[in-house]
């Protein structure tokens, strides 16, 4: 069986290149049980013996005479897809980190099932964790994050549950062709659906450019207005990954009080920290940084396969702002942003996205991305988590990282998500641009230090 790759979807797949992959994952931390030395092979035996299930299945067919489609497998190779590691005795939580980049490296390979998974023992406090990888094309960061914590137990007690990669997925349209006056229709639909989005996009990408042209301020989204700050170097095949955990209930307290939101927060911060980083290392940026947002067109039970995903780019502090001032220049321009995508139909929204990956995707391929403007400075990104404690053979997780993309020239990836009474930070890096995350991870915790104080949290 096959189906045919969306566009937005078939995108990711076209502008991917060996140091822009467009792949994204997340590294789960689990604390073990007391007495359960083979807990961790046990687990291994248990995804390995799986069957994966679509979109698991998928290997993508681009070139050729037909149209770019999706053929499914139904071999795989377990000890390929499912690997079982373990850190040298004495490692270091940083060691994991460093092997977690290590892994997020390399492109998938597209002779197999777009999905890789390890599972990493001999992590530092009793500790083993998950790391797990799978091409944009299929899966996009809110579905995929919610199928990690489908292939988790609720209770410490409970077997070893199906994996994300082996849980049922939405049913597959059929592959019968549709009969001719419903191609026609259908058709017809597309195409006004199509002229109806560009019309509601075209006047405000219009006067962007004028002004973008001109030198003038614009506020709004603002995509390929973007000055080349240190973050635009070319991207490498090297990455940088480094994580920070903020409590999430002092953080709402920060938002309310500044009339701001989580997301704000979040931003403000990374972006303070980034300019420290910045400075620290001889790299000062003098201008405003811009942030691509990514922004979720998923309603509460869509699980269908592939990316549902739009965009809004937000003008950052100024960079000499005290944190409290950052957070509100933050505020206001992220809801000026909201204001101009939410005016937008899922339609337009889409077909935005799908515009805005393949201008990026040409830029980088041709690389005039080099010479132009970027898309953007850096990407801050919310993923929805969990509430719930998870459980996965009686070992509690413990926090959940996301490891997210880097493409079209845009070297840091800040894609952050909730649990259990505390905001996870993945922070992933081209480190040609930054050569210490870790240290940029560390500027942000202290920018937040700042910020409670401001704030008299």
Known sequence: MSTAIPPLDLAWLLMETPGGTTHVGAMLLFKKPPGRRDLVSQVVANYRGRQPLPPFTYVPEILGT???????VQTWDPHYHVQHLSLPAGSSYDDLLRLVADLHEPMLDRNRP???????DGVPGGRFAIYTKTHHSIIDGVSGLRRLYDGLSLSPDDAI?????????????????????????????????QVGAVNQISWGAVRKA?????????EGSLPFVAG???TNAPLRQARGFATLSLPLEEMHRIA?????TLNDVAAAVIDHGLHAYLRETGQAYAH???????????????TTVGTKVSAMFVRLGHPEATMADRLRQVAHSVATAKKELGALSTDAAMTYAVALVALAGAGASTH??????????LVVSNVPGSNDIRYLHGAELTGIFPVSALAAAIGLNVTLSSYCGHMDFGFVANSAAISDVHALAEHTRKAYAQLKVADRV
């Open 288 to 302: 405003e940084l811009i942030a691509m947002c990514p922004v979720s067109l998923r309603g509460d039970d869509d």
């Open 368 to 377: 005039l991305d080099r010479v132009g403007r970027p898309a953007c400075n």
């Open 228 to 230: 080349r700050a240190p």
């Open 210 to 218: 004028l002004s973008a042209a001109l030198g003038t301020h614009v």
């Open 114 to 120: 777009l999905w890789r998974c390890w599972v990493i």
């Open 66 to 72: 037909g149209v770019p489609h999706f053929r499914e």
């Open 161 to 193: 549950p199906a994996p994300a990669f082996a849980l049922p997925g939405p049913p597959l349209a059929s592959s019968a062709p549709p009969p001719a006056l419903r191609r026609l229709t259908d058709a017809v639909h597309g195409v006004l659906t």
């Open 256 to 260: 309310h009080h500044h009339g701001a």
